[in-house]
């Protein structure tokens, strides 16, 4: 039952977002279930990435393949419907994801779309999932700790914890508080020594670990789209969580299993 929290799907069949410039990677079901294979993972959260815009279709169609052991965290407007919220729900989908770092379909995000976004979350029984920066981070924080939803951080806040103290402060204060997430996933897009080991990430991720176990799941961030192919392995990722876990069996569970069945709704 071991779920991996945050990967994509980019299936030929589905046009990129015309916003969108870069040629995504061939990615599909068939082949993130090879993946599930290697690693032992049974559960998977499919996040629909920038690529692909507001339009969920690849997402929801990656849903269908995988069946009841997986949900999708989808892209919407700030218009959107009740009704289309609705028709996502019934496909899995269980929260929505708010990017303030790459280019958006709508341009640039806004905190009033954040708060817009969270506000028809609620009556779903959603979360909002944000990518930010550290900078990002520590001026929204007020924002974040208001919205009426959980809130999930993309790729454990973009931090480098050598040199960003103030953000992984404000990050600290609102896994403090209850209502916020943090994904153990990306570490190799802030670290300096690289892979496999990224060791320059092993103070940081025990450090959250030790203080908010409860708060933490796991993702791989499949199929890795900003790194070069081929240079991550994903099986030396969940070896460095095993290394932020200080190889604790119980710990690892809990991130892997534990909690993302909560946060995820994987009960049945």
Known sequence: MACDSHMHIFD?????????????????????????????????????????????????????????????????????????????????????????????????TTPAMLTTLASKAVRLGWHIQVLMRPEQLIELAAVLRALPVPVVIDHLGLLDSSRETEAVAVLMQLVDSGNTWVKLSGAYMRSSTGGPSYADTVPWGQAL??????????????????????????????????????DDDAVMDRILVDNPAGLYGFFS
């Open 12 to 108: 030929p069949r589905f046009p990129p977002s015309p916003h969108w410039t870069r040629q995504p990677p061939c990615a599909p079901v068939s082949a993130y279930r090879g993946l599930q294979e290697r690693l032992g993972t049974s559960r998977a959260v499919v996040v629909t990435p920038s690529t692909y815009g507001a339009d969920n279709a690849c997402t929801l169609d990656a849903l269908a393949q995988l069946g009841s052991e997986a949900r999708g965290i989808a892209v919407v407007n700030q218009d959107v419907p009740e009704a289309e919220l609705d028709r996502l729900a019934s496909h899995g989908v269980c929260g929505l994801r708010v990017n303030f770092v790459t280019p958006q379909s709508w341009g640039a």
């Open 209 to 246: 670990v030790r203080s908010a176990p409860h708060r933490l799941v796991w993702g791989s961030d499949w199929p890795h789209t900003t790194e070069s192919h081929g240079t991550v392995d994903d099986a030396a990722l969940v070896d460095l969580l095993g290394t932020w876990c200080s």
